[in-house]
C-alpha cells in the first residue's frame, strides 16, 4: 500500500502541488527596493572609486579652475577694451571740438587778415602827402550795388603833426543822369558831421532814386561853408 501511494506521487500523474511564500507581497517589494537601491550604491561606489584611481577627479577639478581663470581673463580684457574705446570716444570728441576752434579762429584771422589790407591800403594813400600841411581827402572809393545802392568809402587825414581838432561836416555830391536828363544829388542833404584829429575813416551805402546812373562821385569836406578838401572819382 504504502509502495503504491509513493510510485503514485513521483508518476506523472501525482497531484499537484503549490509552494507558497510566508512574507505578504507588501515586504516583498520593500525587499525588493532594499536590495536594489544597495545595488545602485555599490554601483556608484565603484564608479567613483575608479573615478579617484584613473585620476579623473583631480583633472576635472584643474579644468574647472582653468576655465574659471579664463573666464576671469576676458573679462578683464572685456572691461579694458571698454575702457579703451571710451577713452577713444572722449579723444575724438575733444579732437572735434578743438578742430572746430582752430576753424573758427581761422575765420577770425582771416577776417582781421582783410581788415589790415583795407588799413594798409589806406595808410598807403597817407604817404603822397606826408610832406604837406592841411586836412586832405584821401582813399576815395565808390562802387554801385545793382543798380540800386552806392556803397562809398573816404579817409580824410591832417598830415601836420600835433593837429587841433577838426569839427566840420563830409558830403557826397553824386552826378549822373536820371531816365535820360542830367541829374545830381548831395548825401545826405545837410553833410554827414565830421571830428577828427590826425585821420578819419568813412564809409556806408547810399540808396539811389529809380532810373539814376550815377557817373561821378565827390567827397567834400566842409566847415562851416567853407570847403576844405575835396576829392572825385568816376563811376565806370
Same mark, same amino acid.
Do not use: H
Given at each position: ?41 555599490? =554601483? ?24 574659471? @581663470? %579664463? ?5 578683464? %580684457?572685456?572691461?579694458?577694451?571698454? #575702457? ?6 572722449? &579723444? ?20 582781421? #587778415? ?15 602827402? @606826408? ?13 554801385? &550795388? ?15 603833426? #600835433?593837429?587841433? %581838432? ?56 566842409? %566847415?562851416?561853408?567853407?570847403?576844405? =578838401?575835396?576829392? =572825385?572819382?568816376?563811376?565806370?
Amino acid at each position: 500500500m504504502r509502495l503504491r501511494l509513493l510510485r503514485r506521487r513521483l508518476t506523472i500523474s501525482a497531484p499537484r502541488v503549490a509552494v507558497r511564500s510566508a512574507l505578504p507581497w507588501p515586504v516583498r517589494w520593500l525587499v525588493l527596493a532594499v536590495v536594489l537601491g544597495f545595488c545602485a550604491a555599490v =554601483a556608484l561606489w565603484a564608479f567613483e572609486f575608479g573615478k579617484s584611481i584613473a585620476g579623473l577627479d583631480s583633472v576635472s577639478r584643474d579644468e574647472l579652475l582653468r576655465l574659471r @581663470a %579664463e573666464l576671469a581673463r576676458l573679462k578683464d %580684457e572685456g572691461r579694458g577694451q571698454q #575702457n579703451v574705446a571710451s577713452s577713444a570716444e572722449s &579723444l575724438l570728441v575733444a579732437e572735434r571740438a578743438a578742430k572746430e576752434r582752430l576753424m573758427a579762429q581761422v575765420r577770425q584771422l582771416e577776417a582781421d #587778415n582783410r581788415s589790415l589790407r583795407e588799413d594798409l591800403g589806406f595808410f598807403e594813400k597817407l604817404i603822397p602827402v @606826408a610832406k604837406t600841411d592841411g586836412l586832405a581827402i584821401r582813399g576815395l572809393q565808390a562802387e554801385v &550795388l545793382a543798380g540800386m545802392q552806392l556803397r562809398w568809402q573816404v579817409l580824410v587825414i591832417q598830415a601836420q603833426r #600835433n593837429a587841433p %581838432e577838426f569839427s566840420g561836416r563830409l558830403e557826397l555830391v553824386l552826378t549822373g543822369t536820371q531816365d535820360g536828363r542830367p541829374w545830381t544829388q548831395t548825401q545826405p542833404p545837410q553833410g554827414q558831421p565830421l571830428q577828427f584829429k590826425q585821420y578819419r575813416r568813412m564809409e556806408g551805402v547810399l540808396d539811389l532814386p529809380p532810373g539814376a546812373v550815377v557817373k561821378t562821385v565827390t567827397a567834400r569836406v566842409l %566847415e562851416g561853408t567853407a570847403v576844405r =578838401a575835396s576829392q =572825385a572819382m568816376a563811376i565806370e
